[in-house]
């Protein structure tokens, strides 16, 4: 059912600049946005979109209510894509199964499922698991042996939580992400019994996931050798990265695809990892620490200190290298050509 802009913009602490009275059917871009359609703006490499746009009301900061349409209503708000995501949820809603367990779960008569969950078909719960209330186990997810599973969480198919690893309420794991698997941990042995061998090291440990985090597709989580992994309240993860045994990660931190955190480093609070971002063992990045996409960081960083490249150094510096590195072959003739002259003015002073 259509919303109003004025009750639209009172749900998401927005001020109406327009007719209120109008419905809207939902959210869309700027470039594709119809007549009964919300859509946002926040960077001004889409100034053209906005400026062509068709949508009945657009989200946006103070200070770009000037580059509007005429006759567009205009949604204002401090924060334009935090206001867009409340109106996002508003038009969207999430897969939701019915409560209770499917007849093709399997579930071990020692867990503990609370009567609000629900457990779909092939979905797994082991012994004296516990999942709570209002939590989602989509077809083919996994819980495996003494696992908790707070309230209200999400578990996609093909999700795995493995024995003993704590879930907190309203995690989100997308699917085949996996919590809980083995660290990687050898030792060589020179003297193994057919010979030198890698010999595994149990991973004894276990996974604990704080409230409000979400970890993407086919990430991995690797269960600490000895004591816990530990990820942080209203962390983020994106698909595909990996966070190796004994790491500690920071209350709402962002690490982003592909990136990949070695054993037993820990980071602060708020720090970003960008894509393919990958960092060595035992470090400890700081507070508000952010690294740019595809770097390298091998040394512990300080409270909001931001570093990009491999390996990583200040950013600034970064850039200097990066705006100088296309004049390096130029500069490398250069200093050929003024060497050569040098030798033949000292050859003409010794003569």
């Not at 003993?164 to 042995?189: K, T, Y």
Request: glycine share 12%; charged share 20%; hydrophobic share 45%.
């Amino acid at each position: 059912m259509p919303v109003t802009l004025a009750d639209l913009a009172a749900r998401i602490g927005a001020q109406l600049r327009g007719d209120g009275s109008a419905g809207v059917l939902g959210v869309a871009p700027l470039e594709t946005a119809g007549l009964q359609d919300v859509a946002f703006y926040v960077n001004p490499r889409y100034r053209k979109a906005l400026r062509a746009t068709r949508a009945l009301a657009v989200i946006v900061a103070e200070d770009d209510l000037a580059h509007l349409p005429e006759g567009t209503a205009a949604l204002v708000a401090a924060q334009p894509y935090v206001a867009f995501a409340k109106a996002s949820a508003l038009f969207h809603r999430e897969l939701s199964p019915p409560q209770g367990l499917h007849p093709g779960a399997q579930v071990d008569a020692t867990a503990q499922v609370h009567a609000t969950a629900s457990i779909g078909a092939g979905a797994v719960v082991g012994a004296r698991a516990i999942v709570g209330a209002q939590t989602i186990l989509h077809p083919g997810a996994v819980v495996l042996d003494d696992a908790r599973v707070g309230k209200a969480c999400v578990l996609w198919p093909g999700a795995v939580v493995r024995e003993r690893c704590v879930l907190g309420d309203r995690v989100i794991l997308q699917p085949n992400a996996v919590i809980g698997s083995d660290g990687f941990g050898f030792a060589f042995d020179l003297e193994g019994e057919s010979g030198p061998q890698h010999r595994k090291i149990p991973q004894a440990g276990i996974v604990r996931i704080e409230d409000d985090v979400e970890v993407g597709a086919c990430s991995c989580i690797d269960r600490a050798t000895m004591g816990e992994t530990l990820i942080g309240r209203g962390a983020k993860i994106d698909n595909l990265v990996q966070v190796a045994h004994n790491v500690r990660v920071g209350a709402l931190s962002l690490l982003v695809a592909q990136s990949g955190i070695s054993g037993s480093t820990e980071l602060g609070q708020g720090v970003i990892l960008a894509g393919q971002v990958g960092v060595i063992g035992h470090l400890k990045l700081g507070d508000g620490a952010r690294v740019g996409a595809q770097s390298g960081v091998s040394r512990d960083l300080a409270d909001g200190e931001t570093v990009s490249g491999s390996p990583a150094i200040p950013h600034r510096e970064w850039l200097k290298q990066s705006a100088a590195q296309p004049r390096l072959a130029d500069l490398l003739r250069e200093v050929r050509k003024l060497s050569q002259r040098v030798a033949e003015l000292e050859k003409e002073r010794r003569t």
